[in-house]
Nanobody, 122 residues
Framework: QVQLVESGGGLVQAGGSLRLSCAVS????????LGWYRQAPGKQRELVAR????????IYADSVKGRFTISRYNAKNTVYLQMNSLNPEDTGVYYC???????????????WGQGTQVTVSS
């Protein structure tokens, strides 16, 4: 079983910073991508940032470019999201996402964390 556990959310004032962490555990043989998504109240879940592990290339939503940075610590199977210059529009539940192959499997699958709340006050 693959588990993703997020931490680091909270309440912050506009202009502030937060760092989210996602710890990956379980039997996984290959991680294709690691990413962060968010869902604001009444809105669909959207991609915030993603790392393609084979190339270490990153993708960001236009709304967070220049403010957020995704990174990972391979040795601990952890992915981070450093969020700076936060604004109220960044409020939402942030979910960690992994796309990869479980041990003894062939077909990749998608895994999600339980989410962590980020609230930015104006």
């Amino acid at each position: 079983q693959v588990q993703l556990v997020e931490s680091g959310g909270g309440l912050v004032q506009a202009g502030g910073s937060l760092r989210l962490s996602c710890a990956v555990s379980g039997s996984i043989s290959r991680i294709n991508t690691l990413g962060w998504y968010r869902q604001a109240p009444g809105k669909q879940r959207e991609l915030v940032a993603r790392i393609i592990t084979s190339t270490e290339s990153t993708i960001y939503a236009d709304s967070v470019k220049g403010r957020f940075t995704i990174s990972r610590y391979n040795a601990k199977n952890t992915v981070y999201l450093q969020m700076n210059s936060l604004n109220p529009e960044d409020t939402g539940v942030y979910y960690c996402n992994l796309f990869g192959v479980r041990s003894f499997k062939v077909i990749p699958d998608e895994y999600w964390g339980q989410g962590t709340q980020v609230t930015v006050s104006s």
